[in-house]
């Protein structure tokens, strides 16, 4: 490549040669262009022959060719087998509804939208407001505090293999939160054998995991809240609970949103966490699946029913598409 | 002023508690998986440290599963993951945000429509394409449906259109091709997005979990987390065993998330914004 300053001399050669006849003779300086890059780009277009009519597609054709034979293609496979009895071995024939009639019927099918239902109600409010406070934490430059924000991450970095196998030997009947809990003077709490203690269980290591990750999101978001803010509201004599209510999350809500919408998304799809620490059959009774762990049991092996997990996964598609248009809907507010 | 509301001490308090909630856990596994074969992990109250600290469980794991080909596995799953997705994503990224063409728009859709179809939904069709290809149980299967990640796409176009098109149309009227430009001139401006991309798809598939468990079903083809769901499910008993393999699937990334965490953590503020 040529040199930096070669560079700007031909880029304010070319953007003036290109607008000529909308712009005076004279080579207008640099700074302007590079402030209204709109103009620039409408005068340019058409103008000059930048590429041949087939590169774009060689750009792209790695990307699309994967996308839609991986992605695009297996979602309207999707759609279209819910209506067969496909199996893993037999294409199958339309059958109609008569999945989602089965689904009705089908008390895991209820379980498991009333487990991953329960994620969802319990999850979220954890991930919108913990993350935040942590945010608050962190957010202030004091010494090693660079040190704490890494920290604070690292559950997000491990695997949510790794994360769940730590957490079923922290929870253990004899591990080391009974022993605690034991100190102060509880008994043995059956973590991963009771029913609902499980399922307390799991949503605990998702949200241990995901704090780090949201976390972050607020810390953006706080910088932008208007340090006059706090300082007005402190002159007014709030307390710090008052200053919390009345100017971080009122400055940050927009995040607030995003950051429910998105762990809602992440909570409706729960798999591993639940998967580790019920076991494959959703433990007792199967009364811990999940509607992935569902989908997972009954598409998958050599008889699995492909048709039915089908009907399942768009449940699964129309549920998550519910609660990712209100992560769009929150953006675009975001933005305005 | 507001220091004296917050007391600095009562932060750094507040602190160590959520360091102790955050890493505590990692620390005792890390713990667990160096006490030896006499001394009790059960005991009460539990020792924080080992008495002797070894490294046997680190040998042992090593000869009840092949955790050393299973991270080899993942090695090289996660390296043709980070691969495919700097190169594939960039060029599409490039495409879509540099190269006026017909047909731009839906190309453009076609990742965002990819990108609204949570995986979990699509896995059962994914599993019978890649049967019919013949693909089920081959490492090829875990990449190939994330090897251009739709996000890693959308993230490279948003890259490319932040860089000053000045720059490139100095580069046009000296007669540089496309390629060329895409080269010395797009790439070199959004390093820092490709930093990223390269290093979430190094995680995601070095993480990933669901999808390798469904379609590999033999044990000699399985990655590091699959292998270790298959330890905790047969030799739930021996918690040394199963920390010591945990430590060796974690201490990678904490390692490379020590190296590079503001990739790490720009990586979140992009992929939040448009995930």
Excluded at chain 1, 209 to 221: D, E, H, P, S, T
């Amino acid at each position: 490549m040529k040199s930096a300053a070669n560079a700007t001399n031909a880029a304010t050669t070319a953007s003036t040669a290109t607008r000529a006849g909308t712009v005076a003779t004279v080579p207008a300086p640099p700074t302007p262009d590079v402030a209204r890059p709109a103009a620039v780009r409408r005068g340019r277009a058409g103008r000059v022959r930048t590429h041949m009519a087939h590169s774009p597609w060689a750009f792209l054709l790695p990307g699309i060719v994967i996308t839609l034979a991986f992605n695009i293609y297996p979602f309207i496979a999707t759609v279209w087998k819910a209506f067969t009895d496909s199996r893993t071995l037999t294409p199958g024939t339309f059958v109609g509804l008569a999945n989602f009639q089965e689904m009705l019927q089908d008390e895991q099918f209820w379980i498991g939208l009333r487990n991953s239902s329960l994620y969802v109600l319990v999850v979220v409010p954890c991930m919108v407001f913990f993350p935040l406070l942590m945010a608050l934490l962190v957010h202030k430059q004091i010494p090693g505090i660079a040190f704490f924000r890494s920290a604070f991450y690292t559950p997000v970095v491990a695997s949510v293999v790794v994360v769940g196998l730590i957490w079923v030997w922290m929870l253990d009947e004899r591990g080391l939160v009974n022993a605690v809990l034991k100190v102060v003077g509880f008994g043995a709490v059956p973590f991963l054998s009771d029913q609902w203690l499980i399922l307390l269980s799991a949503m605990l290591v998702t949200v241990w995991k995901g704090l780090g990750y949201y976390m972050i999101i607020y810390m953006a978001a706080l910088g932008n809240v208007p340090r006059e803010l706090y300082e007005a509201a402190s002159v007014d004599g709030a307390g710090p609970l008052r200053r919390f209510w009345s100017v971080t999350v009122p400055g940050v809500r927009n995040t607030m949103v995003l950051v429910g919408a998105l762990s809602s998304v992440a909570a409706f799809r729960v798999f591993s966490e639940v998967f580790l620490m019920a076991g494959q059959d959703g433990g007792p009774a199967g009364e811990d699946t999940t509607l992935v762990m569902l989908v997972q049991r009954v598409g998958t092996g050599l008889s699995g029913r492909v048709g039915y997990a089908s009907a399942i996964s768009m449940v699964l598609f129309v549920i998550t598409l519910i609660l990712l248009l209100a992560v769009f809907a929150a953006e675009r507010r975001d933005k305005k | 002023m507001r220091a004296r509301r917050w007391p600095v001490a009562g932060r750094y308090l507040l602190l160590l508690l959520v360091f102790v909630i955050c890493v505590g856990p990692f620390l005792w596994q890390l713990s667990t998986s160096l006490k030896g074969p006499t001394e009790n992990v059960y005991s009460d109250p539990p020792k924080l440290l080992p008495e002797h600290p070894t490294l046997e469980n680190y040998k042992k794991v090593g000869e009840i599963i092949p955790v050393w080909d299973y991270a080899l596995n993942s090695l090289k799953v996660a390296l043709a993951n980070v691969a495919s997705n700097v190169i594939g994503a960039s060029m599409a990224g490039y495409a879509l945000a540099r190269l006026k063409f017909k047909g731009r728009k839906y190309a453009a859709l076609v990742f965002l429509i990819a990108m609204l179809v949570p995986a979990e939904s699509i896995m059962i069709a994914q599993l019978t394409t890649m049967r019919s290809l013949d693909l089920h149980n081959t490492l090829t299967a875990v990449v190939l449906p994330g090897c251009v990640a739709a996000l890693s796409v959308l993230l490279m176009r948003n890259a490319f259109r932040n860089v000053p098109e000045e720059i490139e149309e100095a580069a046009i009227v000296d007669g540089a091709n496309v390629w060329q430009r895409y080269f010395r001139i797009g790439l070199p401006a959004v390093k820092g997005t490709l930093a990223v991309v390269a290093i979430f798809a190094f995680m995601g598939a070095w993480d990933d979990f669901l999808w390798p468990l469904i379609v590999l079903a033999d044990d000699s083809n399985y990655t590091l987390t699959i292998g270790l769901n298959f330890l905790h499910g047969t030799f739930s008993n021996n918690q040394r065993l199963i920390a010591a393999g945990t430590m060796i699937a974690v201490l990678p990334l904490i390692v490379m998330f020590a190296c590079l965490q503001r990739y790490f953590f720009r990586g979140v503020g992009e992929g939040a914004v448009k995930g």
